[in-house]
């Protein structure tokens, strides 16, 4: 799995990896080496797994109530785009 699009990532938005990888959000596998342990390991290992699920809640806010932020984000989108 080398290079497993890194280089278009790199090419697209100048990062080697995505913010969900940095922060531990999501499981990756970049060697053909121990592939199916590490994805075995991916799909059973309850704690590893707990662990990455709650990364992703922390860095998405996956359990707080998003409507308001979205509405507001909305709010301040409008005025941009109405003036252009």
Do not use: W
Request: with cysteine; glycine share 4%.
């Amino acid at each position: 799995m080398e290079d497993a699009g890194r280089k278009l990532l790199i090419e697209r938005t100048g990062y080697a990896t995505t913010s969900i990888i940095k922060h531990g959000a999501s499981f990756l596998i970049t060697e053909k080496q121990g592939f199916l342990e590490r994805l075995k390991m991916c799909l059973t290992d309850l704690s590893a797994r707990k662990k990455v699920m709650a990364n992703f809640d922390r860095v998405y806010e996956a359990r707080q109530i998003q409507l308001p932020k979205l509405l507001q984000e909305i709010k301040d989108i409008i005025p941009q785009v109405t003036m252009k």
